[in-house]
């Protein structure tokens, strides 16, 4: 009994220490807003995601004091995960992989006129899941990252097959051509640098694939270019009024029901390096259409296939968040570079990291909570700015929407291999289309593929 009041007793005066830290810090309140202000921005720029923005903010990890520099490059991470559904929702084009499951209901929903509500919505479910997450951080992430390290190569491989399996038998174009799409993404990923290995394959002496096949090059030529180009040769206007009519009125409550679900799959899913982001949003949607009464509503703008993904997705990113303070075990390259970041301030993560330095560790979780509260206002207030966007013409839109995928995709690629390939996808979207194919596999693959190799690999090497 004495030592359980102890141990609450050291829990509260570290809860109170960290809570102390943040209240008198004002600075510390408007930098924590500049971080979330400036992710949104990024994850709006294609190709210019947290980790160039993150980047260039880095060395003020040397002049600012540990909690005020580790919050505000948090910031950036969490406020990219929102930032990139603006431009999914309204212009069918992500900004980062994590985003492509929102477009899906988002964009069509957007041109049914309902641009506002599903910005709003998808505002309101990233809250959610980040606050959730963020609260299940607190009470179960200590034993629950613990746990994850039991989840060695070969369980995480077997979760990345069975989340490939999942979006591949229940996309559009059925399970034969959501499995062509599997092998496909797997192929477009092999191309480049061995992720083992090092050794350069299959460039088949190209300039083009020394560096292998650029992330923002695919989803911009998929969702981007090659929208754009199987729109362009028919009437815009026709397009916008059958998906206006197909655009469902809002369904409070089974959003709400699906944002919880994706929460905690989101959250599940960043205490383990899996690829947590785009295997939740991905995971989500396909839970959603599978637990819904009408799934033939997914694709012209289910509000469940909205609010689960983006909930799923900003829980990710807040849950990963565990792994890191408490193991030192990063989940992505974000947190990897939060991790060096560490480092420079002489934090060292662990489990006993909440008890060496309560202030940092709890005004880091309350910086966290804040955050949050900072991207729902953001969130909220510019919904109506960003759906007049949406009103636009397609013929002043259309030049916006190519000027972002290759501007983006060369900013992505860092050259012009970036816009070449960024055309080919554009290219190859459109044939896939017209053969009743959903890419939603072939990117899921192709992001995935890397790291299953390797876990793969890492399987076969350890039962040797």
């Known amino acids: 009994m004495e030592a359980m009041f102890t141990a609450d007793a050291s829990l509260f005066s570290g809860v109170w220490a960290g809570l102390s830290v943040v209240i008198a810090s004002p600075e510390l309140w408007l930098l924590v807003l500049a971080g979330v202000f400036l992710g949104m921005t990024v994850g709006v720029l294609p190709g210019f995601g947290p980790p160039a923005a993150m980047a260039l903010l880095f060395p003020l990890v040397y002049v600012l004091e540990p909690l005020t520099g580790i919050s505000l490059l948090a910031g950036i991470f969490y406020g990219a995960k929102y930032g990139g559904a603006v431009t999914s929702i309204l212009m069918g084009i992500p900004g980062e992989a994590d985003a492509v499951a929102t477009l899906f209901e988002g964009h069509p929903l957007a041109l049914g006129g309902r641009a506002k509500e599903a910005l709003t919505a998808a505002t309101l479910a990233s809250f959610a899941g980040g606050m959730g997450a963020t609260l299940g951080m607190v009470l179960l992430a200590p034993v629950l990252s613990r746990a994850a390290l039991f989840f ?5 491989a077997a979760i990345m097959a069975g989340a490939l399996l999942l979006v591949a038998f229940t996309s559009p174009g059925g399970a034969r051509r959501g499995l062509a799409m599997v092998f496909l993404g797997l192929a477009l990923a092999l191309p480049g640098m061995d992720p083992v290995y090092g050794a350069a394959r299959l460039t088949f002496g190209s300039w083009q694939l020394s560096g292998g ?14 929208d754009l180009l199987d729109a362009l040769p028919g009437p815009a206007a026709t397009c916008r009024e059958k998906t206006a009519e197909a655009a469902p009125p809002v369904r409070v409550r089974s959003a709400a029901m699906a944002a919880l679900r994706g929460s905690l799959l989101g959250f599940a899913a960043g205490l383990v390096p899996c690829g947590a982001g785009v295997t939740a949003s991905f995971a989500s949607h396909a839970l959603e259409k599978r637990l819904s009464r009408h799934p033939e509503r997914f694709g012209r703008g289910a509000w469940e296939g909205l609010t689960g993904p983006e909930a799923s997705n900003n829980a990710a990113a807040m849950a990963s968040f565990a792994p890191l303070l408490l193991l030192g075990l990063p989940t992505n390259p974000i947190m990897a570079a939060l991790l060096g970041a560490l480092t420079i301030v002489g934090v060292v993560p662990g489990p006993s990291l909440p008890g060496d330095t309560p202030a940092f560790y709890w005004g880091l979780i309350f910086c966290l909570f804040m ?20 009103r636009m013409p397609f013929r002043l839109l259309w030049p916006v929407i ?3 995928c290759l501007v983006g995709s060369y900013v992505g690629a860092d050259g012009i291999a970036g816009p070449v390939q960024c055309l080919l996808f554009g290219l190859l979207a459109v044939f896939l289309k017209r053969q009743g194919c959903s890419p939603a596999p072939l990117v899921l693959a192709f992001v995935l593929g890397p790291r299953l190799e390797t876990h ?4 076969l090497l350890s039962c040797w």
């Open 152 to 156: 060695g190569p070969s369980g995480r």
């Open 213 to 226: 096949v650029e992330l923002t090059s695919l989803l911009l030529g998929v969702f981007g270019l090659g």
């Open 371 to 390: 955050g949050n509260l900072f991207l729902l206002m953001l969130g909220l207030c510019l919904a109506g700015f960003w759906a007049r966007l949406a």
């Open 402 to 404: 190519l000027l972002f």
């Open 456 to 459: 793969l690999l890492q399987t």
